[in-house]
């Protein structure tokens, strides 16, 4: 769908020249919600301008369905854009012009559709976004959320390719957050339409993205199905951003020295969440457990649970054997070493 292939971006500046972004591979494939996170300064803003053609790479290729991007004159340059919808932290709504005109102004610039086509449409996006009722609105009289809907409809009006939702719901609260999240999964579920997801929230990715790049320092360092990164963060960013959306120091203070015995991390994924695995294999094995941290929640509609407990007496190896065999993942923590069992996950 979209690929971007050993992409670096460089901006001149006095002494000398800034990277912004440099090595980064990115294969985003249709239909498919992909995240990509970073902290402030990791990039997220010139990789926006890049993807949606704004802007060039110093290096590199960026392909659109195919098509290379860089040989493109400015006639294809502008039918490129138009596969690519934007969406913006700020909505960037026209304030003299109501929502339904606000929707219509792209296909009224594009001048492709009569006027009849154009209103039958905007109709159309009014009732995907849930707005019929505030067509003849001014976005002043329209709150945070109702602004976002807006600008999700008027992205979509040309039937562009692809979805890029910059910072989408930064400036909502989180109940609104949550409200347009649902709706861009919708879409995305619906009519099948790749949308590309940049945030600094884990908790955004974690919602509805199904796989997550991680910038750092203008270079991706993780990337993957999202339940691996959000579970089993390997970087150090990685880990920050997975700790800041979950207000989770807990397993920061762990003194495993100071655990009554081995320590493990056991992740559960959606129905072995469901399944007593734990304390049965515990009873089989004699083996006692407290446990010194833990998440639940959901990855998009999967639950997981993730433990940290230290294992007592018994037979710790054979229980832990014998919940990887169960298919959970076991992540040894104590010792120093960590080893981890993967545990096969869609992407
Ligand atoms: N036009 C520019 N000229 C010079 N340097 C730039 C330019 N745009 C970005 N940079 C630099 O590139 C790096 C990445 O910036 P970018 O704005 O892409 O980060 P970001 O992840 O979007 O940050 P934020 O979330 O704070 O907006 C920064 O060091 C920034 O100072």
Request: aromatic share 4%.
């Amino acid at each position: 769908m979209i690929s971007l292939r050993n992409i670096s971006k460089a901006y001149p500046a006095a002494e000398r020249n800034v990277r912004a972004l440099a090595d980064i591979d990115l294969d985003i494939v249709k239909g498919e919600i992909f995240g990509i996170i970073g902290a402030s300064g990791a990039g997220k803003s010139t990789l926006v301008r890049l993807i949606n053609l704004l802007e060039s790479p110093s290096s590199g290729e960026i392909q659109v369905d195919g098509r290379a991007t860089a040989a493109a004159n400015g006639k294809e340059l502008r039918a490129l854009r138009r596969d690519i919808g934007m969406v913006f932290q700020h909505f960037n709504l026209l304030n003299a012009k109501t929502v339904a005109q606000n929707i219509a102004f792209p296909l009224e610039l594009a001048g492709e559709l009569a006027r009849p086509q154009i209103k039958a449409r905007v109709q159309e996006l009014l009732e995907r976004v849930g707005l019929l009722d505030h067509a003849n609105k001014y976005p002043r009289q329209l709150s945070g959320g109702q602004k976002q809907r807006v600008g999700i409809a008027r992205a979509l009006a040309g039937r562009p390719k692809i979805l890029l939702s910059d910072e989408a719901t930064s400036a909502l609260d989180p109940q609104t957050t949550q409200s347009v999240l649902r709706l861009l999964s919708e879409i995305n579920r619906d009519i099948g339409i790749t949308i590309i997801l940049i945030t600094h929230e884990m908790d955004v990715v974690r919602r509805i993205c199904d796989r997550v790049a991680v910038l750092d320092g203008g270079r991706i360092v993780e990337k993957g199905a999202v339940e691996e990164v959000f579970l089993h963060p390997r970087h150090p960013a990685t880990l920050r951003l997975v700790r800041e959306s979950e207000g989770d120091e807990a397993e920061n203070g762990l003194d495993l020295a100071q655990a009554p015995g081995p320590v493990y991390r056991f992740t559960f994924l959606g129905d072995d969440t469901q399944r007593p695995i734990l304390g049965a294999t515990a009873r089989e094995f004699g083996v006692d457990y407290s446990i010194l941290a833990g998440r639940v929640g959901h990855i998009r509609n999967l639950p997981f649970a993730q433990l940290t407990v230290a294992l007592v007496g018994g037979s710790a190896f054979g229980a832990v054997n014998r919940l990887q065999a169960a298919g959970v993942v076991a992540e040894r923590l104590s010792d120093g070493a960590l080893s981890v069992t993967p545990r096969a996950v869609n992407g």
